[in-house]
């Protein structure tokens, strides 16, 4: 591959970025796409409607740029949580990382690579790309200590830099817990794998054990019950509910000859019936409902503490001889429970897990197909030899430029497409309790897969047998991947032209909800500016590609440093583009709390570990021994301090400090909230949506107190409770 066609690849992706970020910056001002490109602010009642005609709506302006970058990192804390202001915070780092490597790569290592042998050289449109790489320098030379030292500068930096966002991360997490708003879910352990008795209920197996065992700190317990059909009709019915409470139909769009079915002559057409129900009134017999009540739950509960210190040290303690019984954990937070996952039987997990390692390893190695034909297209005098009656149309310029530069890393993207919903769908089926858990399982498989297959896979292609006896022996792969890399940069730079760019400008157009947005405009003629599909960031996505491209950053920036100001495009776009897209679109429903951090280190260091693998390789076939001796060194250095980092910072991300929570518990003590965050917890976990959380107090009062439903009790009070417009789901 040559300049040209890497220019070709360049051109077109900077028309298509060129292109939608214009589009994008008319669209966002059309009334029509408020729900699109606003759906945060309409979901937080802060957006205004504009409707005057003015010719500004119709001109391009970089408005929403300034916003963007204007906008301080308070405001994205307050606005998208901790994990936004994470995610910015990769982004951020990359940028200062490779703005070191870019200087010190592009007028240090490029010259070198460039005279690296002495060959008449061509123009630089005409020069192949492999002339700006380290396989140009020929065996023995001295002026690879350039690279070696290159390589210490851009591994030092980063290390540093890591250390003080870790450093900073950290205190963020620390005083996100601290100066929040009371969370439930620091009061609450989550309790599974409750054994099953034939003489008592799960609820009063759970009261007997706390109030035996954490007789001082025990509040109360609230089971979990399994949502069945009639649950989830009822979800489907809120949410339909709540999209034809905002749809207008448009009045203009009157049927000629025959009511349409999607427009009509009235915009009243669907009335909000009373929830009264006059019909059915509480004829139960108690008994029953103490008898339906104990054969809807599940072996689970959610126990409540009086304090935060005694709710962590359950959580942490081994609760039973046999660690198969009384399983405990924090619970998530209220928002953030995947509810249909608690009543899985825990013995079931590890089997789960086993199983979806498995199918992702399998979904991974049959992705070795596609990307094997990709790479077969960079390979065109391979392709001309299998099939001759191609070479006629291979040996066109455009045609070479356009198989070589753009098509193979489009065709690449494509498939890639299929990842995240195939992964996200793997780590439902783990059974996490949390959708944030849920959604960094997802985040860590997509990383795994984008890493092997983007890059091991494409720079040890060939055929898959070749792949896989490539790591036959392990003393080779130093040495494999140091001849592959420099080879496979110009496939990498296309990719970063093609995933990275172009997919920005994707991401801000918003393609779908803007297609979905138009079919209800124009042709079911619906308005109204109400988010019905309101979003949350894919962290699961967008996070492994960012960390995709820092190892391809790290790898090739000594070995082939044209692909730096590429890459230092890509994130500083980014930067803007997530930032106006935390701001405008993507609603926070729930966060981790800065659990993605530690995923991003671990994969920062793994990239600078086989960069300086992959340069030992390339020093030992060059034959410079001076530069092989510095590279060892460097590595157990890296090493030691992913361990001290580790050590430092790690268990802050994993545990929760007792200092911490005792200082809270005191202070919540002595401002007098420590009771009304107890009142409140009485209603925190309610499971069903369909109800207010003082009916839901109601019932969990009656739930801990079984006698309440033994029929002595008044027949008038159990009937307003458990009446069917007023119960919470629990029979459901």
Known sequence: MDISALLTSAGINIGICVVLFSLYSILRKQPSNVSVYFGRRIASGRTRRNDPYCF???????????????????????????????????????????????????????????????????????????????????????????????????????????????????????????????????????????????????????????????????????????????????????????????????????????????????????????????????????????????????????????????????????????????????????????????????????????????????????????????????????????????????????????????????????????VPPTMMLFSVVEGPISRSGRKKSACIKVLYFTIWNVFFVNILSGSVIRQLNVFSSVRDVPKQLAKAVPTQASFFMTYVLSSGWASLSCEVMQLFPLLCNMFKTFVLRMKGDSYDGTLSFPYHTEIPKVLLFGLLGFTCSIMAPLIIPFLLMYFFLAYLVYRNQILNVYISKYESGGQFWPIVHNTTIFSLVLTQIIALGVFGIKQSPVATGFTIPLIICTLLFNEFCRQRFYPIFNRNAAQVLIEMDRQDEQSGRLEEIHQQLQTAYCQFQLTSHDICKRVHDNVQDPESLKPGKELSQANELWSPRMNCGLFL
């Open 56 to 418: 500004e709506r119709f001109v391009p302006s970089p408005s929403w740029i300034l916003k963007a970058w204007e906008t301080s990192e308070e405001e994205i804390l307050a606005i998208g949580g901790m994990d936004a202001v994470v995610f910015l915070r990769i982004l951020v780092f990359s940028i200062r990382i490779f703005s070191i490597a870019a200087v010190i790569c592009i007028f240090l290592v490029l010259p070198v690579n460039y005279y690296g042998q002495e060959m008449h050289h061509k123009e630089i449109p005409s020069e192949e790309l492999e002339v700006f790489t380290i396989g140009n320098v020929k065996e023995g030379s001295t002026w690879l200590w350039a690279h070696c030292l290159a390589l210490y500068v851009i591994c030092c930096s980063a290390s540093v830099l890591l250390y003080f966002e870790y450093k900073s991360i950290t205190k963020m997490r620390l005083s996100h817990i601290t100066r929040s708003a009371p969370n439930p879910s620091h009061f609450t352990v989550l309790v599974r794998s409750i054994p099953w008795s034939q003489e008592e209920s799960y609820s009063e197996t759970v009261k007997k054990f706390f109030t035996n065992y954490y007789a001082s700190s025990y509040m109360s317990h609230q089971m979990v019950y399994r949502s069945g059909t009639v649950q989830k009709l009822m979800s489907d019915a809120e949410k339909m509910y709540k999209m034809f409470k905002t749809v207008a139909v448009d009045p203009t769009c009157n049927p000629k000859l025959m009511p349409c079915g999607f427009c009509g002559e009235s915009t009243s057409d669907f009335k909000i019936l009373s929830s009264e129900v006059d019909s059915v009134k509480g004829k139960m017999n108690l008994g029953d409902l103490e008898l339906a009540t104990e054969k809807k739950e599940c072996a689970a509960a959610f126990v409540f503490f009086k304090t935060r210190y005694a709710a962590d040290v359950a959580a942490d303690v081994l609760q039973s001889s046999n660690p198969m019984l009384w399983v405990t954990e924090l619970a998530p937070e209220p928002y953030d429970i995947l509810w249909s996952n608690l009543c899985i039987p825990y013995r079931q997990l590890w089997i789960r897990k086993i199983a979806t390692l498995i199918a992702a390893i399998v979904f991974m190695f049959v992705f070795l197909i596609p990307v094997t034909f990709i790479q077969g297209l960079t390979q065109l005098d391979q392709l001309s030899q299998t099939f001759p009656f191609l070479k006629g149309i291979l040996q066109k310029p455009f045609v070479n430029q356009l198989l070589t530069g753009y098509l193979p890393s489009v065709i690449l993207i494509a498939f890639l497409y299929t």
